[in-house]
Nanobody, 121 residues
Framework: QVQLMESGGGLVQPGGSLTLSCAAS????????MGWYRQAPGKQRELIAS???????NYADSVKGRFTISRDNAKNTAYLQMNSLKSEDTAVYYC???????????????WGQGTQVTVSS
């Protein structure tokens, strides 16, 4: 019974900042790659940032230089620091993590429930 819980979404003005958190809880043996996705109305869900267990990161071109993904392995938590927000960043943001719940079992992707980020004046 693994759960991912996002928090930190909300309404922010253009040019502002927000930090999202994604906490994994439950039966967890190890967490592999963690990622942040977003889905705007009428659009497909897209991967915008990911981080491996060793801290290696990847970003979509649309957020590179403005967003920073990080993780605290001791807390089973990933973060997404979002700066210089634009109206086109408005979307529901989802956390994803590959988790092995028990030693010897397969790693399985888990999703959070999503958190709304709205960038508007």
């Amino acid at each position: 019974q693994v759960q991912l819980m996002e928090s930190g979404g909300g309404l922010v003005q253009p040019g502002g900042s927000l930090t999202l958190s994604c906490a994994a809880s439950g039966s967890i043996f190890s967490i592999f790659r963690m990622g942040w996705y977003r889905q705007a109305p009428g659009k497909q869900r897209e991967l915008i940032a990911s981080i491996g267990s060793a801290g290696d990161t990847n970003y979509a071109d649309s957020v590179k230089g403005r967003f920073t993904i990080s993780r605290d392995n001791a807390k089973n938590t990933a973060y997404l620091q979002m700066n210089s927000l634009k109206s086109e960043d408005t979307a529901v943001y989802y956390c994803n993590a590959e988790i092995r719940a028990v030693l010897g079992r397969q790693r399985i992707p888990y999703w959070g429930q999503g958190t709304q980020v709205t960038v508007s004046s």
